[in-house]
């Protein structure tokens, strides 16, 4: 099986990184949220990664040009066996790759043009992106999101469910909590323990931009959550953190890469390709599906643009129309 694309595995910046901590006070400074920070500085981390590998001549911004920009754009849609986007820790690059989604490449270019504006305006230089177009999104009928089928999803919940130690009573309630709820893996990887309440089959969330919103779920996601918070009192980490997840054996939280690698082991012990993303694609369709309301499903995920609606509701789009088809009987019994 493919491994995970190697997003996160950066290399060193080099020279470039003290005008990245520069920019990163800066950021600070207007009270972008931290989600926003982190990404934005990801993405000139990423593209002074690959400045270093691909153009090792340059030595500062100040000689960054716009086919350089150009270049990294096309560079992060190449695909490629081995996969070429893993700048560091190159024998371990996945065997393959279709490289980096229209989606993420647009995030990276307005990333990136961010820095760019704050990097101009700081020294007094033209701006790239001037020249530049941030390449474009994923258009609203193209590559749906993938979900899972109500067999795999199924396959997933009751894998965990079979077995009653530490670890699968954590990840039936991870993956009943994230299957019911549609929660970003940043907003299910921070919960505290008071942040949820199984009773009131309620969830405290903090979700981009810093802001807060109460998540409903299920009667099975409440269950499942009850046998691990039973579980999660006996753990000798549960009075040392306030943390809702916890490791099997370490004595802290677990972080979003820790959930990410929990989920994704349950699914390649069946052979699902899964992350937690896919999930809330799942949740979105299934919602869409059942004949939810979009203005509902909205606020549930903490969406304030009808943009997101569009992307995420493509999956089941299709489904949807072939329902509404069987239902108005085109023919009228011709």
Not at 259 to 265: D, G, H
Request: proline share 7%; with cysteine; net charge positive.
């Amino acid at each position: 099986m493919t491994r995970r694309h190697p997003k996160v595995r950066r290399p060193d910046p080099g020279a470039y990184q003290t005008w990245i901590n520069s920019w990163t006070l800066s950021l600070q400074a207007v009270r972008r949220s931290p989600k926003t920070v982190a990404t934005y500085v990801d993405a000139a981390a990423f593209f002074a990664g690959w400045l270093l590998a691909e153009n090792p001549a340059l030595t500062d911004w100040d000689q960054v040009g716009r086919d350089h920009l150009r270049g990294f754009f096309a560079w992060l849609a190449q695909a490629g066996r081995p996969c070429p986007h893993a700048l560091r820790d190159l024998a371990d690059a996945p065997e393959s790759c279709e490289g980096y989604g229209k989606g993420y490449v647009n995030q990276v270019g307005r990333s990136l043009q961010q820095f760019f504006t704050w990097y101009a305006a700081e020294e007094d230089l033209p701006n790239l992106f001037d020249k530049v177009e941030v390449p474009p999104p994923p258009k609203s009928d193209e590559n749906p999101p993938a979900v899972l089928t109500a067999e795999q999803l199924g396959a997933l919940i009751k894998d965990a469910e079979r077995a009653r130690d530490f670890e699968s009573r954590r990840d039936a309630a991870i993956l009943r909590l994230f299957a019911a709820s549609g929660l970003r893996l940043s907003e299910l990887a921070l919960l505290g323990v008071d942040a949820v309440d199984p009773h009131a089959r309620t969830a405290t969330v903090t979700g981009k931009g810093n802001r807060q919103r109460t998540v409903p779920f299920d009667q099975r996601a409440a269950l499942a959550l009850d046998r691990y918070l039973r579980l999660r009192a006996k753990h000798p980490a549960a009075g040392l953190t306030p943390a809702l997840w916890l490791g099997v054996r370490r004595k802290t939280g677990m972080t979003s890469n820790g959930v990410y690698q929990a989920i994704t082991r349950r699914g390649r012990r069946l052979g699902i390709p899964i992350h937690p993303h896919i999930l809330r694609h799942t949740w979105v369709s299934r919602w869409l599906d059942a004949g939810g309301a979009e203005g509902d499903l909205m606020c549930l995920a903490g969406w304030d643009s009808p943009q997101m609606l569009r992307h995420y509701g493509r999956s089941a789009r299709a489904v949807r129309a072939r329902r509404a088809y069987d239902r108005v009987d085109v023919m009228g019994g011709i």
